[in-house]
Antibody
Framework: EGQLVETGGGLMQPGGSLRLSCAASGFDVSTKYMSWLRQAPGKGLEWVSVIYRGGSDASTHYADSVEGRFTISRDDSKNTLYLQMNRLRVDDTAVYYC??????????????WGHGTLVTVSS | QSVLTQPPSVSGAPGQRVTISCTGSSSNIGASFDVHWYQQLPGTAPKLLIFGNSHRPSGVPDRFSGSKSGTSASLAITGLQAEDEADYYCQSYDSQSDSKVFGTGTKVTVL
């Protein structure tokens, strides 16, 4: 079934940058739709970004709230997913999860989740 | 803000049946996109509970069931147990925003 382990969270100042990593085991991230989601403290879940298709032909898609500031990427040799977060804002504070989509895009559920990593943006 | 609306809380005694509604619109549930449900126990990551409106992943008890009609979906828990105390979220796809969307979340309390 596989496992996902996120790392890289921490305390950042507004306007700063941070890169999250998600190491996968038991399956190849290059063959799956892989997403980042987040959950602000005491709040609900929000989808952030998805990456799909293999190799250099990978496609990406973002929620409006992070478009232009966040970049999702993947290193197939390390079987690892990344989220580069730039121009961080206070409202980016959340636990960030990586997840594996079941199948394609529109009708796919998130079938496997990591444990999450906390990002706090505060001055 | 969440596109799908759920009741903030539901409660029931052990053994009872509870249902959680998830109301969307013509750009998501009403457009025939699938609804999925997640259970989030306190302090843990969400776990897939129901996919494709009514299908249970391996290992999920058959006490959990899902259904969909029109612009709404429902999750039913029969034979409520203390271990079912958690937050539950519905999720679908929204064509207007071209994004995956979640419900507002429902806290289930076992009395």
């Amino acid at each position: 079934e596989g496992q996902l382990v996120e790392t890289g969270g921490g305390l950042m100042q507004p306007g700063g940058s941070l890169r999250l990593s998600c190491a996968a085991s038991g399956f190849d991230v290059s063959t799956k739709y892989m997403s980042w989601l987040r959950q602000a403290p005491g709040k609900g879940l929000e989808w952030v970004s998805v990456i799909y298709r293999g190799g250099s032909d990978a496609s990406t898609h973002y929620a409006d709230s992070v478009e232009g500031r966040f970049t999702i990427s993947r290193d197939d040799s390390k079987n690892t997913l990344y989220l580069q977060m730039n121009r961080l804002r206070v409202d980016d504070t959340a636990v960030y999860y990586c997840a594996r989509d079941m199948g394609g895009w529109r009708d796919a559920s998130f079938e496997a989740w990591g444990h999450g990593t906390l990002v706090t943006v505060s001055s | 803000q969440s596109v799908l609306t759920q009741p903030p809380s539901v409660s029931g005694a052990p053994g009872q049946r509870v249902t959680i509604s998830c109301t969307g619109s013509s750009s998501n549930i009403g457009a025939s996109f699938d609804v999925h449900w997640y259970q989030q126990l306190p302090g843990t990551a969400p776990k897939l509970l129901i996919f494709g409106n009514s299908h249970r992943p391996s290992g999920v008890p058959d006490r959990f069931s899902g259904s969909k009609s029109g612009t709404s979906a429902s999750l039913a828990i029969t034979g409520l147990q203390a271990e079912d105390e958690a937050d539950y979220y519905c999720q679908s796809y929204d064509s207007q925003s071209d994004s995956k969307v979640f419900g507002t979340g429902t806290k289930v309390t076992v009395l």
